[in-house]
């Protein structure tokens, strides 16, 4: 299990307070380490050119030369069509609740499903690890701000490998697509592989703020036989890559 939220919070979680991760696959807890494997760049921002203020002569009311005749307005005809105002446009929504995830690079897409807490105050990780959960009370896929946060099983006992068994061989630029209810798709590049000790997964995966990512959790590591337990868990960072979903198919085939 993932430990989410504190104790006693309802699936909503608590908006003040950051959640304490412990992932677990098959039902029991899951290790990390603390091991950066890869780092990606960061991007400088660029700032718009000043256009300046229209000229007078041009954003006025036009007034007449020196020694013309003023100009009386001539009246529209009679049955003319008014000039609409324009329409104003309507950006379309900055996110979209994730429901298909994709790596083209491996051949893998699986179904995503919201999860919240249990009533141990859990992160309630799908229990077929050919399905992934979605931390709902953080971002939106293709949000502005915040983490998207999705984990699954590594494997299970019963139902053999999980979708999320790929982490730990994802590499840096690898793309990750994330299909919204709404139809969109969002892309994301892998930059930053991490093993974190158990009960250390820093609160900072699930962060609500901050510039927009997609971290995608699962177990790995040494397996316990006797404990039935890994040692390991495996956060996999992604960013927003700007570009169209069906190029960064194309360039993983």
Known sequence: ???APPRGLSPAM???????????????????????????????????????AAPAALSGPTAPGPGAEPVEPVP???GSVPIAEPVEHVPAPAGSVPVELSLPG??????????????????????????????????????????????????????????MAVLPSLAPDEPVLLRGADGRTFA??????????????????????????LVLVT???????RTRTYDDNIVVIALPT????????????
């Open 242 to 253: 700007g570009r169209a979903p069906s190029d960064l198919t194309a360039s993983a085939r």
């Open 14 to 52: 608590s908006r003040g307070r950051w959640p304490t991760v412990l992932f677990a696959c098959c039902g029991v807890a899951c290790l990390a380490a603390g091991v950066v494997l890869w780092h990606g760049s960061g991007s400088a921002s660029v700032e718009a050119s000043d256009l300046g």
């Open 76 to 78: 529209a005809p009679a």
């Open 188 to 213: 994301y590049g892998v930059v930053t592989r991490r093993h974190y000790a158990k009960a250390q997964l820093p609160a900072e995966v699930f962060a609500r703020g901050g510039a927009p990512r």
């Open 106 to 163: 491996r051949g893998v897409t699986a179904p995503v499903v919201p999860v919240g807490a249990d009533p141990a105050g859990a992160l309630a990780v799908p229990d077929p690890p050919q399905t992934v959960g979605w931390w709902a009370p953080g971002a939106l896929a293709g949000g502005a701000t915040g983490n998207v946060v999705l984990a699954g099983h590594v494997d299970s006992a019963t139902a053999g490998v999980g979708v």
């Open 219 to 225: 177990c790995g590591g040494r397996f316990d036989p």
């Open 1 to 3: 299990m993932v430990a």
